[in-house]
């Protein structure tokens, strides 16, 4: 079904549904520096300065709508499960793939890498903990969108400056449409 303006019905509920996902973001904090809203469009931000392409760029955006008290955060043991049942059934499965995964890299970059571990703000340090620690899972390290989940990683990482300008709220809801299924 098309809407005025060649953007389906579903794109523009879609559209709708992350807007409000990412508002409710606003105010809730998982990191001292920056709340997820922030946190959200900086991630986003840092995306699109590595060249990433378009679900890798909205993947970073939502990957900790987990957090959102609209899909039963803030602070639930398993935001990366809750982003990704939501975000693949309306953007796909690489995009839910790589935000759900946010953690598993996390997880994996921890144990192959002293220096990454070393970095983390004492926030990350403590949820690495809670989160079962460095760990390297096969599956995780054997999948073809890995490369790309450890990229996401890196963003989340950065995206902790409260200094930082991150990407817009309309580039991000535009590739929400864009990608929209």
Known sequence: MRYRGGMS?????IRAETAAVLESLRG????????EWDHAMQAAACAIEDGADDELVLA??????????????????DHCGLARDWITPRFGP????????HVSAKRHLAAVDPAYTAAL??????SLAAQGG??????????????????LRRYDDAAK?????????????????????
């Not at 809730?28 to 709340?35: A, I, Q, R, S, Y």
């Not at 900790?64 to 899909?71: E, N, Y």
């Not at 690489?94 to 995964?101: F, K, Q, S, T």
């Not at 200094?163 to 299924?181: C, H, M, N, P, T």
């Open 94 to 101: 690489r995009v839910g793939w790589l935000a759900g995964a």
């Open 121 to 126: 703000s004492p926030t990350s340090v403590a």
């Open 9 to 13: 019905l579903r794109a523009r509920e």
């Open 161 to 181: 400056d409260p200094d930082a300008v991150g990407a817009s709220a309309d580039l991000v809801l535009d590739l929400a449409q864009k990608l929209a299924r």
């Open 60 to 77: 970073a955006a939502l990957h900790d709508i987990g957090h959102s008290p609209l899909l039963g955060g803030p602070h639930v043991h």
């Open 134 to 151: 460095a760990h390297v899972d096969p599956e995780f390290a054997e999948h073809p969108w890995c490369a790309d989940a450890l990229r």
């Open 28 to 35: 809730v904090w998982d990191e001292e520096m920056v709340d």
